[in-house]
């Protein structure tokens, strides 16, 4: 572990703090790591245990570590992952009052874009694993939870672009709760078969990666995402009206994206 700090006088505690952020952010330690003690810590580093446990607290209200009291307690290090940037994600958008249709619009700029990305850049086993999500579907019958994300997230691996990918499975988390909405129509529905409308379009959608046909790719993933707004409407969700805040609190009650195995 390298735990050479600056030396500069200017607010030790921040300057710890800083260089520290920076070697997690750098990978330098493994999830779950745990660094010495404090005082052993404070030693190795030159500074005061003071200034270090004031360092500790602003990387703890970064979610970078944390500090565990006890016996088996100690310094862990807690790397970001995508559930906490969709956490973040989603408290950004509640607090400014972000209404469903922003994300909505969101989704219709930014995955017809990604699904042509995909169409040029996904290797065969990228279009295997997507063949497989897509046989596991239709094999199902019926709706599951995280059934639309599993498909989604994995068009996105298939840009092998990871901001992008990070982007669309903290988007994906935050409709999970809606997507049970639409799964639970779907079971009452009189006739109306919102999942395999889904998969039809799902299957369509890859017959276009296959085809490495980008303008096919993003035309048919916008015509499913409007569809999909067209089925939350459905169920009666007013996308005008709903927020963001009452997303995360329907989300709150479901699965996470981890719980589903994406």
Partial sequence: M???????????????????????MRGNFDREERLPPVPALAAQLGISQHHLREAL???????????????????????PDTGSLTRSFGLVLARSGTLLN???????????????????EATDDDLSRIALILDSHGQLGRY????NAEFHVAVAAATHNQTLLTMMTAMEQLLLSLD????RRNAD?????????????????????QSHNPEQAASLTLRHILGYKDAIAATGIDLDTYRIADLIEDLAEGPSITEIGL
Avoid at 144 to 147: D, K, P, V
Avoid at 180 to 183: E, L, M, N, Q
């Fill in 2 to 24: 390298d735990t050479t700090v600056s030396r500069k006088p200017w607010r030790m505690s921040h300057r710890v703090a800083e260089d520290l952020r920076r070697q997690i």
């Fill in 57 to 79: 607290r602003l990387l703890e209200q970064d979610n970078l570590v944390r500090v565990v009291s006890g016996r088996n307690g100690g310094i862990f290090i807690d790397p």
């Fill in 102 to 120: 922003d994300l909505m619009q969101a989704r219709c700029v930014i995955e017809p874009a990604l699904a042509a990305l995909a169409a040029t």
């Fill in 144 to 147: 599951r939870a995280g059934i």
């Fill in 180 to 183: 049970a909405r639409v799964g």
């Fill in 189 to 209: 529905s009189d006739g109306v078969d919102l999942v395999g409308e889904s998969l039809r379009a799902h299957n369509a959608i890859f017959r276009a990666l």
